[in-house]
Structure formats: structure tokens, C-alpha cells
């Protein structure tokens, strides 16, 4: 765990540096090697790495728009992931789904930029699972500001009513945008919403990934066992913008330094010290974790931009087919 989550917050530090190349002095979104938005993850790898600790390659998670560090637990491809969010051909979209629209059929992981969008599909996952006879779950991940979406709550309902292999993962990072929590919902504790489906509902107060560990493990064997789904809801922070290029001139200076001082990785590092581990284990550990992401982002910098005629591709309708004429029905002017 502690190796994920140190992977995602450097890969989160060293994205931060690439995407603002080019982008300077006036802020323009389209230059640079990452053209677009992009969400950075910094201050939530705890719950990432805590949950998908126990999940295998088979098992289905749905992240947000903001995935990075989810991928990482997930075990996607961090050479093709980075290739994509760079926007280049051999991306796991071919570059044409960007940082937040990564899937990766492989470790069946998927994200989108339409928040709680991915409770549904985990939903459905979960089903087919259930249909098919395995014993595979699926993990919906949604942020706190997404929990009043009606697809997530109907979701909960599905997968309560057919008793689903799911677990649904709120990540309370206080704020939606520039939205506080508290202007949003009158329900401080969103694991609270559990209740109403009659299912477990967890919450953690403070982004432990051991704590996070243990719960998610309760959730995730409950559904593998066929006893249903479960939601669990915790606490992460924000380290940075809401996106790339945001100045948070809404955002109390004392709430940036705050989560900024809460920092889940060097709690494990500290947890991790006082059971043993030297920091000889802890340093090699890091620097394994730089070198991978250093690789990636070198190896997807190297590769070739989609051609403009790629854009053709992989879509619904080939291109001439929306303009041809619908054929006349037989028999008859009317
Ligand atoms: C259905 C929908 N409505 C609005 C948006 C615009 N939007 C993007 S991120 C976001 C806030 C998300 O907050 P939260 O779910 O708490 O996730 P966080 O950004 O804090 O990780 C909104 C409203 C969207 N992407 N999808
Ligand atoms: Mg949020």
C-alpha cells in the first residue's frame, strides 16, 4: 500500500510540473504536453490503495474525474495510463479519452468525467457477476459532492433490492469545485445514507489507510460472500486545486494548510516506522516508486500523436453514414 500510494502522489507532483509546461504566463488550457483539464489526486491515495488492496484483476472499480491514484491500486498499465492522459496514440484510448477517461479492460477499470457516473455501471458489473456465478465484485468510487446524483442513489436501491456483490466509496474530500460540503448536503456523515438502502454504511474520519485497510476488507469479502453490497464513506484531502490552473480564491488559506497537514502518507510511513521498517526500506521503496513514474512519463512522451483522421475512428457512426439518405419505404409516395 504504502508503495501505491507513494507512486500516485509523485506521479500527481510530476504531472503538476508537465502540465504547466507551456501553459505560462497567461493560463491556456489547450498548450502544453497535456492539453485539457486535469484533476490531480494528491491527499486521497489512502483510500485508493486501502480498498483495492483487496480486490483482484477481475474484480470492476469505476473511479471520477479525478483517478489517478484509484488506476494506480487498480493496477492499470501506468505506461499506456500516462500515454493517455499526454494524448498520444499507444494511450489506453488511443489519446482520445484524455486524464479523465481512462479504461483499461485488462484490470476492468474505468472512470468519466460525468460525476456518479460510474455507480451505475459498477451496479451493472456487479450483476453480471452475480448472474455468471462468480464470486467477482465491482467498486464504485464517487466523490462527496456527487452523493445526491440520482444515478448514485438508484443504484444503492438496485443493489440493495438484488442483494449485489458492490461497494460503494465516497471520497469526502469537503469540497465539490468551489462548493463546500456543508452548502450542499445537511448530512455531515454520508455513510448515514446506507441506513436508508439497509445496508452497512462505514464511515472513516481520517484518511488511515490501515483503518481504511480493515473496513474495506469487512465490505468487499461481505460481497464476495453473495451477502450483499455496502458503502463506505472516507475522509481525504484536497492538497491541491480543484483542477489545474484553479487559484482557489474561494478557499480559506487555514483550510488549504489543513489538509495539506493531514497527509496520509506520511501517517503510514510513521505506522510503518514504529512496526518495524527502517527508513533504509521506506527510501528504496520511494525511489522504486519515482523510477516507475519517471519511466512512464518518459515513455508516453516518446510516443506518436493520434493522426487527425484517427478521430474517425472507434466512434458509433462511421463517418458518411449519418449523411445517407434514409431509403424510401417500399410501396407508395406516403
Ligand atoms: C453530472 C455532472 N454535473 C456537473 C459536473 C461538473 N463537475 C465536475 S467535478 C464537480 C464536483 C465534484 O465534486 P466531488 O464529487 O466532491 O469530487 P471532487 O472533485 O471533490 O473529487 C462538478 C460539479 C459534472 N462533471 N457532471
Ligand atoms: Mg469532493
Known sequence: MYEEMVTARHYEERLQEEYLEGKQPAFDISAGPI??????????????????????????????????????????????????????????????????????????FACSGIIAEGSPPAVGAALAAKKRNTDGVA???????????????ESLNLAAVHDLPVVFVIED???????????????????QRAAGFDMPGVRIDYDDAVAVHEAAEEAIMRARAGNGPSLLEVQVHRRMGHFM???????????????????????????????????????????????????AIAWAKEQPEPDPEEAYED???????????????????D
Open 35 to 108: 492539453p485539457g483539464e486535469l484533476h490531480l489526486a494528491a491527499g486521497h491515495e489512502a483510500v485508493a490503495a486501502g480498498v483495492c488492496a483487496h480486490l483482484r484483476d477481475d474484480d470492476v472499480v469505476t473511479a471520477t474525474h479525478r483517478p489517478h491514484h484509484v488506476a494506480i491500486a487498480k493496477g492499470v498499465d501506468l505506461k499506456r495510463m500516462t500515454a493517455e492522459i499526454f494524448g498520444r496514440r499507444t494511450g489506453l484510448c488511443k489519446g482520445k479519452g484524455g486524464h479523465m477517461h481512462l479504461f483499461d479492460p485488462e484490470v476492468n
Open 139 to 153: 467498486v464504485s468510487f464517487i466523490g462527496e459532492g456527487a452523493i445526491d446524483q440520482g444515478g448514485f442513489l
Open 173 to 191: 474530500n469537503d469540497w465539490a469545485i468551489s462548493m463546500p460540503k456543508e452548502r450542499v448536503t445537511d448530512v455531515a456523515d454520508g455513510s
Open 245 to 295: 490552473g484553479d487559484a482557489e480564491a474561494y478557499r480559506p488559506e487555514e483550510d488549504v494548510e489543513r489538509h495539506q497537514r493531514l497527509d496520509s502518507v506520511e501517517r503510514l510511513a510513521d505506522d510503518l516506522r514504529s512496526t518495524g521498517a527502517s527508513d533504509d526500506e521506506l527510501e528504496e521503496i520511494e525511489e522504486r516508486a519515482r523510477e516507475r513514474v519517471e519511466e
Open 315 to 333: 466512434v458509433f457512426v462511421e463517418r458518411g453514414e449519418r449523411h445517407q439518405e434514409p431509403a424510401a419505404p417500399a410501396g407508395g409516395e
